[in-house]
T-cell receptor, first 114, second 114 residues
Framework: NAGVTQTPKFQVLKTGQSMTLQCAQD?????MSWYRQDPGMGLRLIHY???????DQGEVPNGYNVSRSTTEDFPLRLLSAAPSQTSVYFC?????????????FGPGTRLTVT | KQEVTQIPAALSVPEGENLVLNCSFT??????LQWFRQDPGKGLTSLLL?????REQTSGRLNASLDKSSGRSTLYIAASQPGDSATYLC?????????????FGQGTILTVHP
């Protein structure tokens, strides 16, 4: 199994541009989520999905959209990039949102918005 | 609102030492606690998951304990090696309507020198 994969690894955007961060998992996990990691702020939840077709907002959802059309994929869309969105983005997955299950993280996407 | 604190923020030890990393949380109503390792520029690797009904979990040289009543978890690393150098993060899972959200500590940066 490849686990949780993310593309691209690095990205530089100009303010106002849009882009999609890709996340995929091959473990047939129902639960997927996106976090951002910033110095001094730790990891914060952006959006999550408890199954295909079901998504909801996390702690810091503004400026981001998600959809989940398949079990495997959970892309994160930046609608109009801002310098405040410069961060490292991690996708995670788990068998279920139930707390009994371990969560697995991808390698991250390092995004810089100029 | 759950807050997770990790002490110390950084730790430098000689190879071979046994060491303890601390994680405290303000809300004892957690369902589980997960310890992660993060190497520089990399993603999070899950180390151990402790359910609220458990007191400890072991994996190789790692042992994690959980005391909900005192709001504390510790990660014990035996016979430390330079390859253990990384940032160690703990994260609590509130269960229920938190729908898989993890609340992270800021991490402990561990350096093991030869």
């Amino acid at each position: 199994n490849a686990g949780v994969t993310q593309t691209p690894k690095f990205q530089v955007l100009k303010t106002g541009q849009s882009m999609t961060l890709q996340c995929a998992q091959d473990m047939n996990h129902e639960y997927m989520s996106w976090y951002r990691q910033d110095p001094g702020m730790g990891l914060r939840l952006i959006h999550y999905s408890v199954g295909a077709g079901i998504t909801d907002q996390g702690e810091v959802p503004n400026g981001y959209n998600v959809s989940r059309s398949t079990t495997e994929d959970f892309p994160l869309r930046l609608l109009s990039a801002a310098p405040s969105q410069t961060s490292v983005y991690f996708c995670a997955s788990s068998y279920s949102w139930d707390s009994s299950y371990e969560q697995y993280f991808g390698p991250g996407t390092r995004l810089t918005v100029t | 609102k759950q807050e997770v604190t990790q002490i110390p923020a950084a730790l430098s030890v000689p190879e071979g030492e046994n060491l303890v990393l601390n994680c405290s949380f303000t809300d004892s109503a957690i369902y589980n606690l997960q310890w992660f390792r993060q190497d520089p520029g990399k993603g999070l690797t899950s180390l151990l998951l402790i359910q609220s009904s458990q007191r400890e979990q072991t994996s190789g040289r790692l042992n994690a304990s959980l005391d909900k009543s005192s709001g504390r978890s510790t990660l014990y690393i035996a016979a430390s090696q330079p390859g253990d150098s990384a940032t160690y993060l703990c994260a609590s899972h509130a269960g229920g309507t938190s729908y898989g959200k993890l609340t992270f500590g800021q991490g402990t940066i561990l350096t093991v020198h030869p």
